[in-house]
């Protein structure tokens, strides 16, 4: 059972536009989300994140959005560089009243960005 | 500052051996954990530990163990080893009270392949 969903496997964007990476989650539990990023042969290292309390966040180029409503969350990354070439995982932290393990993340698949020059 | 440093990079294990991965981290966290990462998954939780002296199973905690004598050190390790354990593994740890990220750090992962 799937918690947190990247449906998307790949994404390929031209370089200076906008990718928009998505996140879908099924436990209302979760209070806070997070975006790692991870290169070949590395471990992922923290990209943004956001509490369930807000619905944007942004640092940079880099913005994510969260429709609670919708269990939604999305990166926008804008403009777009071939550095930003990556494999995008997002995770998810349940509140410490509602069980769980605390301090554990729990991860979607993933997406890979391309970005093309 | 080495951050969360992984040994080996690359093992290659029989059928049946067994073996440690190490792990160590400098940065006097807390929270350490191990995850697997198979090919086209997320990554999943194998087993974590709050604190010295103490650890708790993650997600798949089947045909590996664990052990935190020390602050810095999380080593897990694997008895038997089948060809379902081949993966890439990666420590981490955290300060769980330290936002934004929690301070949660990656090793750079050891792959490791089972034959």
């Known amino acids: 059972d799937q918690q947190v969903k990247q449906n998307s496997p790949s994404l390929s964007v031209q370089e200076g536009r906008i990718s928009i990476l998505n996140c879908d989650y099924t436990?209302?539990?979760?209070?806070?989300f997070l975006w790692y990023k991870k290169y070949p042969a590395e471990g992922p290292t923290f990209l943004i994140s956001i509490s369930s309390i807000k619905d944007k966040n942004e640092d940079g180029r880099f913005t994510v959005f969260l429709n609670k409503s919708a269990k939604h969350l999305s990166l926008h990354i804008v403009p777009s560089q071939p550095g930003d070439s990556a494999v995008y995982f997002c995770a998810a932290k349940r509140g410490e009243n509602y069980g769980g393990s605390q301090g554990n993340l729990i991860f979607g698949k993933g997406t890979k960005l391309s970005v093309k020059p | 500052n080495a951050g969360v440093t992984q040994t080996p990079k690359f093992h290659i294990l029989k059928i049946g051996q067994s073996m440690t991965l190490q792990c160590t981290q400098d940065m006097n966290h807390n929270y350490m954990y191990w995850y697997r990462q198979d090919p086209g998954m997320g990554l999943k939780l194998i087993y974590y530990s709050v604190g010295a002296g103490i650890t708790d199973k993650g997600e798949v905690p089947n045909g590996y163990n664990v052990s935190r004598s020390t602050t810095e050190d999380f080593p897990l390790r694997l008895e038997l080893a089948a060809p379902s354990q081949t993966s890439v593994y990666f420590c981490?740890?955290?300060?769980?009270?330290?936002?934004?990220?929690?301070?949660?750090?990656f090793g750079s992962g050891t792959r490791l392949t089972v034959v």
């Open positions: 981490a740890s955290s300060y769980w009270d330290r936002l934004p990220n929690y301070g949660y750090t």
């Open positions: 436990n209302s539990m979760f209070d806070y």
